[in-house]
């Protein structure tokens, strides 16, 4: 399918329907719980709480339940997110009060879903195709961008014209989301079983001792972890509150995600090693302007400019970064042993990023107007992908292998 190893094709099925259900419902499940509030801090809470529990779930897959395996952690969680959309659809309006026990339901529900997605892409990956899987990654998840959101903006505005009450597209795509969480537990039934040691907290603790790269790899975690959840948290709400209705969010969306089929199959096809560097860096520098730009001018006009520059920063940055991680836990003396401890204390890196950064925003959202504070947060944090790239760009990189060595991908996932 796209000269990859098929188990690593799988993964990029599973994801991509994983990635389906989340443009579908989860990109729009801030927004429903905003107007059905019209409150940012119910949606503060879910993230925070959600944030809280990714790491316990991590840590509880490599302490109480190491035996299931990556592939039955990917499938709890894909059927844990499909039960969250499915309590949403449930609770309809009275969403909003029942944020705290959605929030701990979905951290848990991702952090299955990802300790098994990194086992997985580990596994079934090398430094000479991993440009390439995280290329067919993101370009079948920016074909979907192109196609999905400006469906599920037609289908909530549509509903919401049937006489069902303003929410019934609403419920329509979270439905069609949760059936495509449970058709993606299916294929994950043929994902490997990647049996691992017991986590051991010790060894979490050494890792930088152990690997001194990896040092570089922590603080790029921290600051995504602080920066990525607020920005997820306020962008999709500015974006409406430009645009003015669902159907005109998802256009948006639809459009960032064609400019970034080409970006990602291009990197997918072309990127080589000792090109991730100075790819992140242009990428980064782009992801910095529009953050700059979109709370300056909150107009149509500052909104598609930003669009436009992360749709091409955004692959640019996340997809020449992608695999930088994973080539420094092969430097480690025992990769195959280690690999889950250094998945977990990534994860625990992220975790402790947006935890502090979801509390800062309760505290403030207080005393400060909600919609300055969000344009606040976008400009802070939009200098994450810079403070990232400069991480990354002090790890030694490796002689890379001739060109003539790497396979040309044939076709995108």
């Known amino acids: 399918m796209s000269g990859l190893d098929r188990r690593a094709n799988f993964m990029v099925l599973i994801h991509g329907a994983y990635t389906a259900a989340n443009l579908l419902a989860g990109m729009f499940l801030s927004l429903f719980l905003w107007r059905s509030s019209h409150d940012l801090t119910p949606i503060a809470v879910y993230s925070g709480l959600s944030a809280l529990m990714i790491p316990v779930a991590f840590i509880a897959n490599g302490v109480l339940w190491r035996g299931i395996g990556a592939g039955a952690s990917i499938r709890l969680g894909l059927g844990g997110n499909g039960i969250v959309y499915l309590l949403v659809l449930l609770l309809g309006s009275q969403a909003p009060q029942w944020v705290a026990a959605l929030g701990l339901l979905k951290g848990l529900a991702e952090g299955f879903y990802w300790s098994g997605f990194h086992l997985v892409s580990y596994d079934t990956t090398c430094d000479r195709d991993r440009d390439r899987y995280f290329g067919v990654q993101a370009t079948a998840s920016w074909l979907l961008t192109a196609a999905l959101p400006p469906a599920a903006g037609a289908i909530i505005v549509a509903g919401s014209g049937t006489g069902g009450g303003p929410y019934r597209g609403y419920e329509l795509v979270f439905a069609l ?8 537990m299916v294929l994950a039934g043929r994902l490997p079983s990647a049996a691992r040691e017991r986590l051991s907290v010790r060894r979490v603790a050494t890792l930088v001792a152990r690997n001194p790269d990896w040092h570089w790899v922590t603080r790029a975690r921290l600051a995504d972890g602080f ?5 997820g948290l306020v962008l999709t709400v500015l974006t409406y509150l430009v645009l003015k209705n669902e159907q005109q969010v998802g256009n948006f969306n639809g459009l960032m995600g064609i400019l970034g089929v080409g970006i990602s199959f291009g990197l997918a096809t072309f990127m080589k090693p000792r090109h991730r560097t100075l790819c992140a860096l242009v990428g980064g520098t782009m992801l910095v302007l529009s953050t700059l730009l979109l709370p300056l001018y909150l107009t149509g006009w500052a909104l598609l400019a930003f669009g436009l520059l992360r749709a091409v920063g955004g692959p640019l940055h996340g997809n020449a970064l992608a695999p930088v991680a ?3 836990i092969d ?7 280690m690999r889950y401890d250094y998945i977990v204390h990534q994860e625990l890196c992220l975790g402790i990023g ?13 005393p400060m107007n909600q919609m300055l504070l969000a344009r606040i ?17 002090r790890i030694p990189q490796p002689a890379t292998m001739a060109d003539g060595e790497s396979r040309v991908l044939p076709a995108a996932a």
């Open 377 to 393: 947060v976008v400009v802070i944090a939009g200098a994450a992908p810079i403070l990232i790239w400069a991480a990354f760009a």
């Open 227 to 231: 920066t990525g959840s607020l920005m």
């Open 177 to 184: 989301a949760a059936v495509l969480l449970m058709a993606a």
């Open 326 to 328: 994973l080539q420094v």
């Open 331 to 337: 430097r480690d003396p025992a990769p195959r042993a």
């Open 354 to 366: 947006r935890v502090l950064s979801i509390g800062c925003f309760l505290m403030l959202a207080a």
